[in-house]
């Protein structure tokens, strides 16, 4: 298995306060990505880095933002979370290029309250 | 930009063959394959890539149809342990980026 951890594992909060998840990984991939995943829309890109300090937005990047200033570690930040961002999150890692695998961490449920 | 992908649910018995279909209205370069079983992260199986090369599952084969921007998954005599929801995923920009279709549940049944 890719060593990809992400932290914290399950999370409860309340509207309006901030919530960081963290995602690790030990294999020096150059990509990481930040999905969540709910019933009915399947996997949906948040942000994604192509390197230290280098982010992007995807598919659903409102009220998200991103860091990554070492390349083991991507942080994704509800600046004032909703409860419409009650979700599973996902972090993936990837080395890029032709024939590229990602490879997805254990999950971050969230429940906003 | 998401890709398709159907059916969206399918039940089988134990041996039988299933097919999952995913399609996209942009051209394809690469079609990735993955499933996930409940409450578990997504698994990679199989990548196809533009031109035929194909890399992943030994027991799980898949076609990729570029005119037509078309990739299927072919699961032959079908295991319990292929139960979960399948994914594919499209990089139509070619950025290392993949949109996933919302994904097709199989079940299998003893």
Not at chain 2, 40 to 49: D, H, N, T, Y
Not at chain 2, 64 to 73: G, I, M, R, T
Request: net charge neutral.
């Amino acid at each position: 298995d890719a060593g990809i951890t992400q932290s914290p594992r399950h999370k409860v909060t309340e509207t309006g306060t901030p919530v960081t998840l963290r995602c690790h990984q030990t294999e020096n991939h150059r990509y990481m990505y930040w999905y969540r995943q709910d019933p009915g829309h399947g996997l949906r890109l948040i942000h994604y880095s192509y390197g230290v300090k280098d982010t992007d937005k995807g598919e659903v990047s409102d009220g998200y933002s991103v860091s990554r200033s070492k390349t083991e570690d991507f942080l994704l930040t509800l600046e004032s979370a909703t409860s419409s961002q009650t979700s599973v999150y996902f972090c993936a890692i990837s080395e890029g290029g032709v024939g590229w695998t990602q490879y997805f961490g254990p999950g971050t449920r969230l429940l906003v309250l | 930009q998401q890709p398709v992908q159907s059916p969206q649910a399918v039940i089988l018995r134990e041996g039988e063959d299933a097919v999952i279909n995913c399609s996209s209205s942009k051209a394809l370069y690469s079609v990735h394959w993955y499933r996930q079983k409940h409450g578990e992260a997504p698994v990679f199986l199989m990548i196809l890539l533009k031109g035929g090369e194909q890399k992943g599952h030994e027991k799980i084969s898949a076609s990729f149809n570029e005119k037509k921007q078309q990739s299927s998954l072919y699961l032959t005599a079908s295991q319990l342990s292929y139960s979960g929801t399948y994914f594919c995923g499209t990089d139509p920009d070619r950025d290392d980026k993949i949109i996933f279709g919302k994904g097709t549940r199989l079940h299998i049944l003893p």
